[in-house]
Nanobody, 123 residues
């Protein structure tokens, strides 16, 4: 599985950004895609995940009601719509995939990763 992330950039607090991640290569129906982020000096943390077949989603408490993960099955692409951004959302955002039927919130349990994309929110 290869993942290619795009989007990101710099925005003022309260603004919005949309990240995209296209998956290619061998994929299976029952898998998850997700987003993690890593701020300077901090560990990589879970942001959101979506189960590809059902569309069921899960979010970190810190982004619930502000971020929305979605997918375009025809394009094998997952999106992260980020609204009401805060300075503490500043981080490098990574898309990830797992063939597991369970979407762990631990980064080291996701085997496939895209390159990171920087999101900077100014106050």
């Amino acid at each position: 599985v290869q993942l290619q992330a795009s989007g990101g950039g710099m925005v003022q607090a309260g603004g919005s950004l949309r990240l995209s991640c296209a998956a290619s290569g061998r994929t299976f129906g029952n898998y998850h895609m997700g987003w993690f982020r890593q701020a300077p000096g901090k560990e990589r943390e879970f942001v959101a995940a979506i189960r590809w077949i059902s569309g069921n989603t899960g979010y970190a408490d810190s982004v619930t009601c502000r971020f929305t993960i979605s997918r375009d099955s025809a394009k094998n692409t997952v999106f992260l719509q980020m609204n009401s951004l805060k300075p503490e959302d500043t981080a490098i955002y990574f898309c990830a995939a797992t063939l597991s039927s369970v979407a762990s919130r631990k980064a080291n349990e996701w085997p496939y990763w895209g390159q990171g994309t920087q999101v900077t929110v100014s106050s």
